[in-house]
């Protein structure tokens, strides 16, 4: 199992830090490479996140945006049953593992192979094929007490569209958290920035006591990715809608 995560050491803007001053490293441009790949590799060469991360062994810098969410808002605990949605390559997985400890149980699911995670059960498919939810259901065999989900649609560089998309996908993870949250269990999503949708904020209030936004410090500044933070789960409603056919 992954040692107890530890963020970038950071000052007020949690900008992370590896202990000495980092130089930029400016890459050469190649004659075959489209200047978009150069500017990403540019940028993942000098971002102390993503130095901090082969550091610590986390698979991703986006490890530390679900570490920095659970300082805040203390979504993990030792013994809690978590689902992971969109889970690939794996840091958040690893940070839900060392989090919840050995009592505590992690499901991750991803529609992309990746390599299994120590301590989870790591699973291949498409969360929006129908068997995928049992699926989770049968790998978990309980209650969850948290599902988080990173989950994003490809982007089509149009805001509109790449809003409503992820947005949908954010109400399918919520319909399949109502149906697998234990009492008071917490619910994170990435959304874009704009917040949630009127309907799917109703859901979400209706069914948490808290909902909240954030933007943890690990999320790029240039990046409009959000997320909602529900808290304290009632249980369902009995005129919610949880996608399952009445007799």
Avoid: C
């Amino acid at each position: 199992m992954a040692t107890k995560p530890t963020k970038p050491n950071s000052g007020r803007g949690g900008v992370a830090s590896t202990g000495s001053r980092m130089l930029f490293e400016k890459v050469k441009t190649a004659k075959k490479r489209k200047p978009s790949s150069t500017r990403w590799l540019q940028r993942q060469l000098n971002d102390p996140y993503v130095h901090e991360a082969r550091k610590l062994g986390y698979r991703s810098r986006a490890a530390f945006k679900l570490l920095e969410l659970d300082d805040r808002f203390h979504i993990l605990k030792p013994g809690l049953r978590v689902v992971d949605l969109g889970a690939a390559p794996g840091g958040w997985t690893q940070v839900a593992v060392a989090r919840v400890g050995t009592q505590g149980k992690v499901v991750g699911m991803d529609i992309l192979e990746y390599d299994p995670v120590p301590g989870a059960i790591s699973m291949q498919g498409d969360f929006l094929a129908d068997d995928s939810p049992d699926r989770l259901k049968d790998a978990l065999g309980g209650p969850a007490d948290v599902v988080v989900s990173d989950m994003a649609a490809p982007t089509t560089g149009h805001p509109p569209t790449d809003h409503l998309r992820i947005i949908a996908l954010v109400e399918v993870a919520l319909h399949f958290a109502l149906e697998v949250l234990a009492p008071g269990g917490t619910f994170v999503a990435k959304v874009f920035q704009g917040g949630t949708e009127k309907t799917l904020l109703d859901m979400l209030k209706k069914n948490f006591t808290l909902v909240r936004h954030a933007k943890p410090p690990a999320s790029r500044k240039e990046s409009a990715e959000t997320y909602v933070v529900a808290t304290g789960f009632k249980g369902v409603s009995e005129d919610v809608d949880t996608g399952e056919d009445e007799d």
